[in-house]
């Protein structure tokens, strides 16, 4: 079966840092060591997203706002979108929150699918995180995971060639769907509802993030085995013509754009434990 729409790889990252703008600080007095872990931000989810967008030769579309400000990785009604300490907040600090940082990597992120569809390609979205090596106790193995929808058979089929190529590289254990399931809320979920099957897949990875937290050559390693087995997966996909960068939207603010070009770097932070 031949396919020649050309495929587009949009790559951003949610959870990339954990600032909370001067305006706000006030509402996260106390909650610096919250903001320092895994629930204020994804170790590592920023160098890798630029390593994977380098490898897809595209621009990171990226916040580094920490998602205790305001979950981006949600769909706006969710309760969700909003931690203990805004909604300790009055209304109108949620809404500015939500206004100057939601909106902004949402439109970014709606603004780079829609024009890649108006030029008549297929969208592949790529959402990088990762997660905590321990929660609740229990010690997650798992190194690599890829999140999607099992029920829409080209997302399946594109985890399938990427999971083959993590499978051929010294990445550790991977697996599907894990330690989520891709259809949980969240900013792929959101946009599948608005693009059919055959334009639009969501992906997200997760990487483990004893990985960034240990950082040094073996996760600056990890980065470039994973960015590659991307390429390698990228080169199996109908209508993939090679690494070429699409026009995108100016920056939000909030959001930090990269050039194709920037390397991969040592993301790493003294956090404690990380996770979604
Ligand atoms: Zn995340």
Known sequence: MTDTRPLVVVVTCEHGGNRIPPAFRRWFVGAEALLASHRGYDPGALSMGRALAAAAG????????????????RSPHNARVFSAPMRAAPPDVRRAAFERYYVPHHAAVAQAVQQGLEAGARVLHIGSHSFTPSLDGVVRNTDVGL??????????????????????????????????????????????RRHAPDDYL???????????????????????????????????????????????????????????????????????????
């Open 147 to 192: 999140l999607y929808d099992p029920r829409r058979r080209r997302e399946a089929a594109f985890c399938d060639a990427w999971l083959a190529a993590l499978e051929a590289r010294p990445v550790g254990r991977v697996r599907r769907n894990y330690p989520y399931v891709g259809t949980s809320d969240g900013l792929p979920t959101l946009l599948r």
């Open 202 to 276: 969501g992906i997200e990875i997760e990487i483990n993030q004893r990985h960034p937290l240990a950082g040094g050559p073996p996760w600056r390693r990890l980065q470039r085995e994973v960015a590659a087995a991307l390429a390698d997966a990228l080169r199996e996909m109908p209508g993939w013509r090679g690494a070429a960068t699409v026009s995108r939207p100016s920056a939000a603010p909030g959001s930090a754009r990269r050039s194709p070009a920037a390397a991969p770097q040592d993301g790493s932070h003294a956090a404690t434990r990380a996770g979604r």
């Open 58 to 73: 595209t621009a990171l579309i990226a916040t580094t706002i920490s998602r205790l400000l305001v979950e981006v990785n």
